[in-house]
């Protein structure tokens, strides 16, 4: 099993700026598709972002040019930079792991998850 934990969740202004990260653990490959979702109050889980071992991105259309997510393989951790905050933006935000090659965008393509981080942009 895969354990998880991103940190690095917090209260910021509009128009400001975080960084998370998540932490594997456990029986963990660095050839995974790591994954970022989010999810608001009421709403579904929604696809942030996600990367492959070897560095190729893939964005959901409403974060594309405000949000990067990186990896580095050495240390289990993958990150999610996020730039040009909304009030919008404002879930719990789940770090995950797809244990394949390829990208993903759906929930199911993910096997394991994190406890999440609440991330809250005031406007």
């Known amino acids: 099993q895969v354990q998880l934990v991103e940190s690095g969740g917090g209260l910021v202004q509009a128009g400001g700026s975080l960084r998370l990260s998540c932490a594997a653990s456990?029986?963990?490959?660095?050839?995974?598709?790591m994954g970022w979702f989010r999810q608001a109050p009421g709403k579904e889980r929604d696809f942030v972002g996600s990367?492959?071992?070897?560095?190729?991105?893939d964005y959901a259309d409403s974060v594309k040019g405000r949000f990067t997510i990186s990896r580095d393989n050495g240390k289990n951790t993958v990150y999610l930079q996020m730039n040009s905050l909304k009030p919008e933006d404002t879930a719990v935000y789940y770090c995950?792991?797809?244990?394949?090659?390829?990208?993903?965008?759906?929930?199911?393509?993910?096997?394991?998850w994190g406890p999440g981080t609440q991330v809250t942009v005031s406007s």
């Open positions: 995950a792991v797809r244990t394949s090659l390829f990208l993903g965008r759906q929930v199911t393509d993910f096997g394991s």
């Open positions: 456990g029986r963990t490959s660095s050839r995974n598709v």
């Open positions: 990367i492959t071992w070897d560095g190729w991105t």
